[in-house]
């Protein structure tokens, strides 16, 4: 630690950003990408068709299914099509998600849909890191808390904050990427806050659970039910009696009028005088995130037997952050201004890792110690965690597509695909000089986004997005690896003042 508050921040600053940076840079990359993650599931299951049918016609042509399939079944949970995910899906199990049979929308005809993680992987990566879950989220958590420290450890540092803002010099080696990395982290300051911040409101039943504990038992249940999101209990006696289904085109209407966009629905206790439908919204009509808030129907009358509860104050104070985390309102315009705010915050991390490294090269080029092997080191990470990471995530997207469709376990193994690549990105890294490695791994990175269009996906709108996306991407990428190769060695300027800039 340094003798003023300012150096102290410099050194917390420089050193909890090298270390946890790595890791933070891999959060960041994944939650942007999953912001459309649910675009990317469309496009790497391609045998999903994208053909416009109404709710209703889908909801019925998924009822139809079920009673010619599994009319015993004790639950019934149809996702019916979205502007986001136009594909209909039935199953039989408890979860809404996952699992199941793909049908037709426009025909109700099951297909044949190649299992894969989809874009689902880098959601639960972004607050897992792909670790058990518990594990993942207080590790997450953890990394989040040392995100803070930087945001306001930089803010010290940096007392013209805002005149450096307006500063960027180029073609003069360290000042650039430390006027880039200033920008960057100035422009989105805010979002920066309120995106970590969010991040640990989601899971703060898990972090503080002091509350819970004190006043409910430990009771997770009993505590939701407080908030009025108690299930209706389900009567069990006529379960034994069979009955007819209410007629699933005017509870529809009803709940779309109620609740906005519609989701899906499940129907307990199907073709019994005990059924229930419960139809949930589709996230994205408003602020505060209502997940797990539905209207339940009497499956046989079609009589409203509880509607959505009015969250309280403090829920509905936590369920804003949680929306504003997952950005699930405003349509494509929130999600596209949300993906720009990540990849800008991921050039943040990005260029002050690299800054890292720039501003010790000469000093630890030709060490012999220790401390040159420790700046190998750092370099090599930064490779593979930076241009690796990306190689990575577009290499499972590849996989997603070259892995025969019949493979079984196919979705384990396009994660060990996803963690392969990343692996020998690593061992890459530390093979080669570090400018060469930077540059292929860039330039093979911008060959492949640029290259999703060979592998198909133009038949509809949601596809052509990706893999326009993706050539987008590959031209960025592209330029920076052309911007390294071309790089000219920084001039020899004198030391000048270290101080607060140096950071150690």
């Given amino acids: 630690m340094k003798n003023t508050v300012t150096q102290s921040m410099a050194w917390l600053h420089t050193w909890g950003g090298l270390i946890f940076g790595w890791l933070l840079f891999a959060i960041f990359v994944t939650g942007t990408l999953a912001v459309f993650d649910k675009e990317l599931n469309h496009w790497m299951q391609p045998e999903i068709p994208a053909r416009q049918v109404t709710q209703t016609d889908a909801a019925q042509r998924a009822i139809a299914y079920l009673q010619a399939h599994e009319p015993k079944a ?3 949970g149809v996702s019916l099509p979205t502007e986001r995910s136009p594909g209909l899906r039935v199953s039989t199990a408890e979860r809404r998600h996952g699992g199941g049979v793909q049908l037709d929308p426009q025909t109700g005809e099951a297909i044949g849909v190649r299992d894969s993680v989809g874009g689902n992987f880098f959601f639960r990566f972004h607050f897992t890191l792909d670790l058990p879950r518990n594990w993942g989220i207080f590790v997450v958590g953890a990394l989040a808390l040392v995100m803070l420290a930087a945001l306001v450890s930089g803010i010290v540092i940096h007392k013209k904050i805002f005149k450096e803002f307006f500063t ?8 650039s990427w430390l006027d880039l990395h200033n920008a960057s982290a100035v422009l989105l300051l805010p979002f920066h806050l309120m995106i970590t911040y969010t991040g640990l409101v989601i899971f703060m039943l898990i972090y503080i659970p002091a509350g819970v504990d004190a006043l409910f038992a430990g009771d997770n249940r009993a505590y939701f039910q407080a908030q009025g999101n108690a299930r209706l209990e389900q009567p069990r006696g006529l379960a034994r009696q069979p009955a007819a289904l209410a007629d699933i085109a005017p509870l529809l209407v009803q709940a779309e009028a109620r609740l906005g966009p519609i989701a899906g629905f ?15 919204p ?45 950005a699930q309102f405003g349509g494509y315009p929130m999600r596209w201004l949300y993906f720009l705010c990540g ?79 990343w692996l020998l990105a690593l061992l890459h890294a530390g093979m080669r000089p570090v400018r060469r490695a930077w540059v292929e791994q860039l330039g093979l ?58 950071g150690a």
């Fill in 445 to 502: 990175t911008a060959l492949l986004c640029i290259g999703l269009g060979l592998l198909g996906g133009m038949d509809d709108t949601l596809r052509q997005g990706v893999v326009i996306c993706g050539l987008v991407l590959g031209g960025l990428f592209g330029l920076v690896a052309w911007r390294v190769l071309h790089a000219q060695p920084a001039p020899q300027h004198a030391r000048g003042r270290r101080g607060v800039e140096a």
């Fill in 74 to 76: 004790n639950n019934w």
């Fill in 266 to 280: 499940n129907i307990r206790n199907p073709n019994t005088a005990a059924a229930r439908i419960e139809i949930r």
């Fill in 343 to 421: 990849v800008i915050s991921c050039v943040m991390i990005a260029t002050g890792l690299v800054l890292f490294c720039v501003k010790r090269g000469r000093k630890y080029a030709d060490a012999k110690r220790a401390a040159g092997r420790w700046y190998r080191v750092a370099e090599v990470c930064n490779v593979g965690f930076v241009s690796g990471l990306l190689l990575a995530c577009v290499g499972l997207l590849w996989a997603s597509r070259l892995l025969p469709a019949d493979l079984l376990q196919r979705e384990a193994w396009e994660v060990r695909a996803f963690f392969g690549v």
């Fill in 168 to 175: 960027f010099r180029p073609n003069k080696g360290q000042r």
């Fill in 282 to 326: 589709a996230l994205g009509n408003r602020i505060a995130l209502s997940k797990g808030q539905a209207m339940v129907f009497d499956g046989v009358t079609g009589q409203l037997l509880s509607d959505v509860a009015q969250w309280r104050a403090a829920p509905l104070t936590q369920r804003v952050m949680v929306g504003l985390h997952f």
